[in-house]
T-cell receptor, first 110, second 116 residues
Framework: QQPVQSPQAVILREGEDAVINCSSS?????VHWYRQKHGEAPVFLMI?????EQKGHDKISASFNEKKQQSSLYLTASQLSYSGTYFC???????????FGTGTRLKVLA | EAGVTQSPTHLIKTRGQQATLRCSPI?????VYWYQQALGLGLQFLLW???????NRGNFPPRFSGRQFPNYSSELNVNALELEDSALYLC???????????????FGPGTRLTVL
C-alpha cells in the first residue's frame, strides 16, 4: 500500500514554513525525499535510514521515526524555487521494493 | 558527468501494440530502476535490474518486462498496450544495488508514452 502524504497540497508565501508528512503502514528501512517540478524528473533531496536520524541542508530538513513508520520534511523560510510536488520514497524493511508516497503539491507565492 | 538518459522523449502507440523504452544509466552505475507515473498519480515502482538480472518487480502484469544489457543500459517493454498504460515512464540509476539502500537514485527525464 502506498504511503500517505499530508497535506495533499499547500500554498505558502515566500518566507513561510511548511511541514510535509509521510506515513506508511509497513515497517520501513529507509525514506527518501524527492522534489519534482512540473514536466521534469524527480530530484533527490535526502535519504534517512532507520535509527531515528534527522538530516538537513540549507533550509530543508527531515526526520524519520521508524517506530511510527513516519517521516517529515521541514521547509523553512520557503523560496519560490521550492514549488513543486514532493514525494517520499520508501523501502519496506526486508524487501527491495521502493514505494513512493501519494505526493504533496507545494506552491510558493511571491 | 552525463546524467541518466532516456529515449525516446515521446512515444505514441495504439492499443494492442508494443512499446520499447530505453535507459542509459550514469557511468559506473550498475542498478537501473523503472517507474511509472500516470497523470496526477505518484510514482509506481515497476522493475529493478542490477548486474544484468531482474532483482525485483512491482505489482504490474507480465506484459511489462525488460532487460539490462552488459553495459548496464536497460530496456522496458510493454506488450499489448492498453489505454491506461499512458504515463510518464521514469528510469533511475544508482551506483550499487545492495541491501543498504543508501544509494541515491538519479532520475532520467522520462519517456512520455501515449496510447491511443
Amino acid at each position: 500500500q502506498q504511503p500517505v502524504q499530508s497535506p495533499q497540497a499547500v500554498i505558502l508565501r515566500e518566507g513561510e514554513d511548511a511541514v510535509i508528512n509521510c506515513s506508511s503502514s509497513k515497517a520501513l528501512y529507509s525514506v527518501h525525499w524527492y522534489r519534482q517540478k512540473h514536466g521534469e524528473a524527480p530530484v533527490f533531496l535526502m535519504i534517512l535510514l532507520k535509527g531515528g536520524e534527522q538530516k538537513g541542508h540549507d533550509k530543508i530538513s527531515a526526520s524519520f521515526n521508524e517506530k511510527k513508520q513516519q517521516s517529515s520534511l521541514y521547509l523553512t523560510a520557503s523560496q519560490l524555487s521550492y514549488s513543486g510536488t514532493y514525494f517520499c520514497g520508501t523501502e519496506v524493511s526486508g524487501t527491495y521494493k521502493y514505494i513512493f508516497g501519494t505526493g504533496t503539491r507545494l506552491k510558493v507565492l511571491a | 558527468e552525463a546524467g541518466v538518459t532516456q529515449s525516446p522523449t515521446h512515444l505514441i502507440k495504439t492499443r494492442g501494440q508494443q512499446a520499447t523504452l530505453r535507459c542509459s544509466p550514469i557511468s559506473g552505475h550498475t542498478s537501473v530502476y523503472w517507474y511509472q507515473q500516470a497523470l496526477g498519480l505518484g510514482l509506481q515502482f515497476l522493475l529493478w535490474y542490477d548486474e544484468g538480472e531482474e532483482r525485483n518487480r512491482g505489482n504490474f502484469p507480465p506484459r511489462f518486462s525488460g532487460r539490462q544489457f552488459p553495459n548496464y543500459s536497460s530496456e522496458l517493454n510493454v506488450n499489448a498496450l492498453e489505454l491506461e498504460d499512458s504515463a510518464l515512464y521514469l528510469c533511475a540509476s544508482s551506483p550499487v544495488g545492495d541491501t543498504t539502500s543508501t544509494d541515491t537514485q538519479y532520475f532520467g527525464p522520462g519517456t512520455r508514452l501515449t496510447v491511443l
